[in-house]
T-cell receptor, first 113, second 113 residues
Framework: AAGVIQSPRHLIKEKRETATLKCYPIPRHDTVYWYQQGPGQDPQFLISFYEKMQSDKGSIPDRFSAQQFSDYHSELNMSSLELGDSALYFC????????????FGPGTRLTVT | QQQVKQSPQSLIVQKGGISIINCAYENTAFDYFPWYQQFPGKGPALLIAIRPDVSEKKEGRFTISFNKSAKQFSLHIMDSQPGDSATYFCAASRGGATNKLIFGTGTLLAVQP
């Protein structure tokens, strides 16, 4: 079965640079969630989209923005990167706003040097 | 403030034994409680989930027990195998306009052969 696709899988950036992470949800899934996971920590919710509209916002820095496109893929844009932004970034998708099951992608490992 | 508390932080079990991980929550608005399994460098994989209208759910070797009055739920892994060695996260969400997952802090399970 098709899963959530994330690209790139690994990304190395320097401080103050920008990064763009992409997420392609499971086919027919219309809801996308972004989570950030620091080393040895649990995933923290950043932002979610349903039918191309932002549906919820968590502890996402103002330096970050995201959107969902007409084909339901989503992009997380991160500017003025800081060392503390180094983490695993996961995208998850679900089918329908009222459906609970979220399926996670393999993640993007971002390293800021 | 950790909305979902998970214990133990780490667990060592012998092959064939039972692994038990516990979680507790405060927000009575939560109505969906999944468990995720995560291997190092991989995305969390949905294992099993429960809604508060049932007290137990079993899928293969994995069982969730749910105590609504105590606001606690637990994961039991029967006949634990070395391949089960991973980090396990409990989570909770409250549906509605947002299904964002609030995770516990994780349990690192090691199953010894």
């Amino acid at each position: 079965a098709a899963g959530v696709i994330q690209s790139p899988r690994h990304l190395i950036k320097e401080k103050r640079e920008t990064a763009t992470l992409k997420c392609y949800p499971i086919p027919r899934h219309d809801t996308v969630y972004w989570y950030q996971q620091g080393p040895g920590q649990d995933p923290q919710f950043l932002i979610s989209f349903y039918e191309k509209m932002q549906s919820d916002k968590g502890s996402i820095p103002d330096r970050f923005s995201a959107q969902q496109f007409s084909d339901y893929h989503s992009e997380l844009n991160m500017s003025s990167l800081e060392l503390g932004d180094s983490a695993l970034y996961f995208c998850a998708s679900s089918l329908g706003r009222g459906r609970y099951e979220q399926y996670f992608g393999p993640g993007t490992r971002l390293t800021v040097t | 403030q950790q909305q979902v508390k998970q214990s133990p932080q780490s667990l060592i079990v012998q092959k064939g034994g039972i692994s038990i991980i516990n979680c507790a929550y405060e927000n009575t608005a939560f109505d969906y409680f999944p468990w995720y399994q995560q291997f190092p460098g991989k995305g969390p994989a949905l294992l099993i989930a429960i809604r508060p209208d049932v007290s137990e759910k079993k899928e293969g070797r994995f069982t969730i027990s749910f105590n609504k009055s105590a606001k606690q739920f637990s994961l039991h892994i029967m006949d634990s195998q070395p391949g089960d060695s991973a980090t396990y996260f409990c989570a909770a969400s409250r549906g509605g306009a947002t299904n964002k997952l609030i995770f516990g802090t994780g349990t690192l399970l090691a199953v010894q052969p």
